[in-house]
Each structure stands twice: as structure tokens, then as C-alpha cells.
């Protein structure tokens, strides 16, 4: 299985739980996520791993040693199965083993409501520079009521699927502990 297989696995995963997922952008020096996204105020971070060597070497980076520098109120490790055990993991991610082609949760996570939110407030911001210079001259606001002019003429109102998500998550969260925002 190859880090880029585990990626589109992961994003297909959480695609289903969040409206906005953005994966393999490299955006700031501390923390380069495989996998983020957003949904009713809180962000899930997935790191893609292929190898137990892989695994143990991210433990040596910086967020991992100081968690209230990182990205991610739910933070998960993806590897084919076997790779990383539970009991593996740090205290509050979770763990989402790769069987037969699937995503499989083995750990929940239990959420790290201590993030940075300055990290992730920098990385949306490099995202959105990013569409910006896509686009050129014309302004990005000015775009996307473009994007949403269109999807409402074909009789979708913008962003209806998100949000049905996003209702039916808030409450799961609401159970959960996680605080929505």
C-alpha cells in the first residue's frame, strides 16, 4: 500500500463526516497535515502512515511533542492494518486501520480541544491565497457567489448535502464531548 493510496482512502473516509477537507498542501513550517478538515467548529487531522518506521519518526517532530502547536481538535493515525497498534497511538488520537480496501476505526479519538487554532487560521489563510492567484484579478468573494449562483440554478441550494452533514454531526458531537464552536 503506498502513502498516496492510504491519502484517498483517508479522504474518501472523512469527506463523509466533514464539509471541507484538504489534504497534502504544504502550507507552514510546523505542520504539514496529510489530511484536514473542518466541520461544525471543530477540525480533524489525519496522519497517513505506511511503515512502523514512518510512525515512530513523526513522534520526533515538534507538534507531536508539544500538542497545543498542532493542527486538529480530532487528530487520527491511517496505516494498512497491523502497522500501528492502539496502544501505540498518544493518549488522545485515534487510530484508523486500512482492511480489505476499507477504512476501519480501531481508536476513537477523543479530541484535543487545546489545538492551535492560529496553525489552522494560517493554513486556511495559505489555502485561500492559493485559490486566489487561481482565479487571478477577479476577487475570491466575487467567485464563489459565482460557484453559488451556478449551483442553486441547477436547483442545488449551496452547500445543502455539508450541511445536512454538519447538523447530523454537531449532535454526534454534542454526545461525544467534543464542544462545537
Not at 513550517?29 to 471543530?42: Q, R
Not at 492502539?86 to 476499507?102: H, I, Q, T
Request: charged share 30%; hydrophobic share 40%.
Amino acid at each position: 500500500m503506498t502513502h498516496a493510496s492510504l491519502v484517498a482512502l483517508g479522504v474518501r473516509w472523512l469527506s463523509r463526516q466533514s464539509s471541507t477537507v484538504i489534504y497534502e498542501f504544504a502550507a507552514c513550517k510546523k505542520e504539514n497535515p496529510d489530511i484536514i478538515a473542518w466541520s461544525t467548529g471543530f477540525s480533524t487531522l489525519i496522519e497517513c502512515k505506511v511503515t512502523r518506521s514512518d510512525f515512530l519518526s513523526d513522534a520526533k517532530k515538534t507538534v507531536r511533542r508539544n500538542p497545543k502547536t498542532g493542527m486538529g481538535q480530532r487528530r487520527y493515525y491511517l496505516c494498512p492494518a497491523g502497522v500501528i497498534e492502539a496502544g501505540d497511538v498518544p493518549k488522545k488520537w485515534g487510530l484508523l486501520w486500512v482492511e480489505k480496501g476499507r477504512v476501519v476505526v480501531k481508536k476513537e479519538a477523543r479530541g484535543n480541544p487545546d489545538r492551535s487554532l492560529i496553525a489552522e487560521l494560517r493554513f486556511l489563510n495559505s489555502m485561500l491565497r492559493r485559490a486566489q492567484i487561481r482565479i487571478g484579478s477577479r476577487p475570491l468573494s466575487e467567485w464563489l457567489r459565482g460557484e453559488n449562483q451556478f449551483e442553486a440554478k441547477r436547483g442545488r441550494p449551496p452547500n445543502a448535502r455539508a450541511a445536512r452533514g454538519d447538523a447530523a454531526r454537531a449532535s454526534a458531537c454534542a454526545t461525544d464531548g467534543i464542544p462545537a464552536l
